[in-house]
């Protein structure tokens, strides 16, 4: 949710706290720009916002605050979202791209969760080279599926190898973590996983592209 200024310039975005005075706070917001805008809220025929149920629901959620006001309003899942989540669910089906992105997640939280093991992985980059650390996933996040893809693909993918190997080989780590580190580094070393993280990439570029010029402040 964007935010105005006195004089009705954009802020960055707020996000909404969990308890729901807060909630109906953040919401009087989008009242007062109506108000200063002199925009009367009971002739709002729509509105948009994603589905979490705290913009969304039907008693506390930030519709059904807006609703109190403009009786009429008709609220629509966020299009931009349904589109992400279509592509998500889509993406699911297709043991190529949902792998991959396993994949990624795996490799990421696998040395990322580790000091010593960001350590090895920024240690493999060559001296006065940029370190391409690697981007995590997340279900609930937008615009990171591309990002995290191209990251592994284009900036780090020989360095991820080798910090997986060594680590996977290192005697001081766990059994149990060696187990797993081994089956993401013989993972990478095959070609379908390239070429599902070359896919993802092509295919969510586009996507979250998109995403983000629907979400600027030059658009609205």
């Given amino acids: 949710m964007k935010t105005f200024t006195a004089s009705l310039q954009t802020e960055q975005p707020t996000l ?19 108000l200063r805008m002199n925009l009367p809220m009971e002739k709002i025929q729509w509105f948009s916002f994603d589905g979490a149920s705290n913009m969304s629901g039907m008693v506390k959620g ?38 991959a992105l396993q ?18 992985f920024e240690s493999i980059f060559r001296k006065n080279e940029l370190v391409h650390n690697l981007v995590s996933l997340c279900p609930t996040r937008w615009c990171v599926r591309a990002s995290a ?7 780090a993918y020989q360095e991820m190898q080798q910090t997986l190997t060594y680590v996977s080989e290192d005697k001081s780590t ?27 990439a092509e295919l969510f570029t586009p996507r979250e592209d998109f995403a983000k010029t629907m979400q600027s402040v030059i658009l609205h």
């Fill in 149 to 155: 893809s191209r990251r592994v693909l284009v900036a």
């Fill in 16 to 34: 909404l706290a969990k308890n729901s005075s807060q909630l109906f706070c953040d919401t009087s917001k989008i009242c007062d720009i109506f």
């Fill in 62 to 99: 930030a519709q059904a605050r807006i609703r109190e006001k403009a009786n009429f309003g008709l609220y629509l899942h966020c299009a931009n979202h349904s589109l992400d989540l279509v592509l998500q669910e889509a993406a699911r089906e297709v043991p190529l791209i949902s792998n």
């Fill in 103 to 120: 994949f990624i997640r795996d490799t990421s939280n696998s040395i990322k969760e580790s000091s010593k093991r960001r350590r090895i």
């Fill in 174 to 200: 766990r059994a149990d973590t060696k187990c797993s580190l081994r089956g993401i580094a013989k993972q990478s070393q095959t070609l379908k996983n390239f070429f599902g993280i070359t896919t993802c």
